[in-house]
């Protein structure tokens, strides 16, 4: 892993290059396209994401489209114990799990997808990849980010899920971030294969997961 600073702006760019399609809710948030824009520290579920470079802008809906739902409830049944019954200690586990082994890392499947449907800043449902069964680290990160959002909705957690993204030498890079109840931070990176704490990923030099106010 790089040893160089990392630059927290990607969302900034972003916001920059879109700044004429943007527009502030009623709510204080920021829109594009009638959809809250997802970045660090918002709500996944119902937003839009999108790139500090043009790419798709990748919708997270559980109401309107039916596989985030369906990928929610394999991370469910992975979660129960013998009794039938969610195990609150395997949900972060099983959410890592179902979304490493349902959304296989390929790049070219996903340009594919994106370019089909999604470029330049076109609206694609996250749907869309699950139903494909592929991902790079944004759409792997949406998905452990939503579904925990949907596991906190139903009362099994009280955490809180974000999706996080930084660049370092080594390129862009984005993953889930959850926030325990009791303010532990843990880190889901299907794309990386780590799940584990910050302080973990911090000694093992997976990423640069630490954000600014960490250190």
Not at 33 to 47: D, K, S
Not at 149 to 169: A, C, H, M, W
Not at 178 to 202: C, H, K, M, Q, W
Request: aromatic share 8%; with cysteine.
């Amino acid at each position: 892993m790089s040893e160089g600073q990392a630059e927290w702006d990607r969302t900034q760019i972003m916001k920059k290059r879109l700044s004429g399609e943007i527009s502030r809710g009623p709510d204080g948030r920021e829109y594009y396209q009638g959809r809250p824009i997802i970045h660090r520290n918002t709500p996944v579920l119902g937003g839009v994401y999108l790139g500090a470079f043009p790419r798709e802008a990748i919708v997270v809906d559980s109401e309107k489209y039916p596989a985030l739902n369906k990928l929610y409830e394999e991370a469910k049944r992975k979660a129960m114990d013998s009794a039938g019954r969610v195990n609150k200690g395997k949900i972060l586990k099983s959410v890592f799990e179902i979304v490493k082994e349902k959304m296989e890392f390929n790049e070219k499947k996903v340009d594919k997808i994106t370019k089909r449907l999604g470029g330049n800043d076109r609206k694609i449902a996250l749907d869309v990849f699950i139903d494909e069964g592929v991902g790079v680290c944004r759409h792997h990160a949406l998905a452990c980010a939503a579904l925990l959002e949907l596991f906190k909705r139903n009362g099994y957690i009280q955490g809180t899920p974000s999706v996080d993204r930084n660049s370092t030498e080594l390129g862009g890079h984005a993953w889930c971030r959850y926030t325990n109840s009791a303010r532990e931070v843990f880190i889901l990176d299907p794309t990386l294969s780590f799940l584990g704490s910050l302080e973990e990923a911090e000694s093992e030099g997976i990423w640069q997961y630490k954000r600014p106010e960490d250190y």
